[in-house]
T-cell receptor, first 112, second 118 residues
Framework: DQQVKQNSPSLSVQEGRISILNCDYT??????FLWYKKYPAEGPTFLIS?????DKNEDGRFTVFLNKSAKHLSLHIVPSQPGDSAVYFC???????????FGTGTSLTVIP | EAGVAQSPRYKIIEKRQSVAFWCNPI?????LYWYQQILGQGPKLLIQ????????DSQLPKDRFSAERLKGVDSTLKIQPAKLEDSAVYLC????????????????FGQGTRLTVV
């Protein structure tokens, strides 16, 4: 049972434009969300997080938006750069639990 | 700060053979995780340690997988005997704490071990 879903396996964006990666979750107990970035042959690296008490968190070019009523979060990258080309995973956890649940990932390609 | 170290990077074995993976977490990180990532899927937690105690191993196939965390630092994950469906990348990760949310709970991953069972 996939509790965290990333329905777009891939996304292509022109350099300088906005990249929007989406993530949906089913477990209403989830209250902490993270985005990880993964390059080929490397492990995922932490990118940005958001707690359920917020609806937006920004870090430089990266902004995560959380819509709790829709159980949806999104990662915005502005402006997109070729170095952003990677697979992006969203993950979620519940304060009542003890693990992160990962989505299946979205492969982003930023075209120069 | 040194990252999470894993070895080997790649391993090819025949089915029914055994294999072991090693992980050295970031110094001072109390929580250690082993994840299995099958091609096209997200990482799936196999086992989580808090210091040298097991917090969650509900998704570990205990008939063939075992893991230990020596003295609350290094960890090994073993598969015996391996099956074809065990072909995956095995990721080790560590975090400073695990409190479910908040700072210092994000996990830092190693490069992974790519296992191919033939």
């Amino acid at each position: 049972d996939q509790q965290v879903k990333q329905n777009s396996p891939s996304l292509s964006v022109q350099e300088g434009r906005i990249s929007i990666l989406n993530c949906d979750y089913t477990n209403s107990m989830f209250d902490y969300f993270l985005w990880y970035k993964k390059y080929p042959a490397e492990g995922p690296t932490f990118l940005i997080s958001i707690s359920s008490i917020k609806d937006k968190n920004e870090d430089g070019r990266f902004t995560v938006f959380l819509n709790k009523s829709a159980k949806h979060l999104s990662l915005h990258i502005v402006p997109s750069q070729p170095g952003d080309s990677a697979v992006y995973f969203c993950a979620a956890s519940a304060s009542t639990g003890n693990q992160f649940y990962f989505g299946t990932g979205t492969s982003l390609t930023v075209i120069p | 700060e040194a990252g999470v170290a894993q070895s080997p990077r790649y391993k090819i074995i025949e089915k029914r053979q055994s294999v072991a993976f090693w992980c050295n977490p970031i110094s001072g990180h109390a929580t250690l995780y082993w994840y299995q990532q099958i091609l096209g899927q997200g990482p799936k937690l196999l086992i989580q340690f808090q210091n040298n105690g097991v917090v969650d191993d509900s998704q570990l196939p205990k008939d063939r997988f075992s893991a230990e965390r020596l003295k609350g630092v290094d960890s090994t994950l073993k598969i015996q005997p391996a099956k074809l469906e065990d072909s995956a990348v095995y990721l080790c990760a560590s975090s400073l704490v695990f409190s479910g949310k908040g700072p210092n709970t994000e996990a830092f991953f190693g490069q992974g071990t790519r296992l191919t069972v033939v």
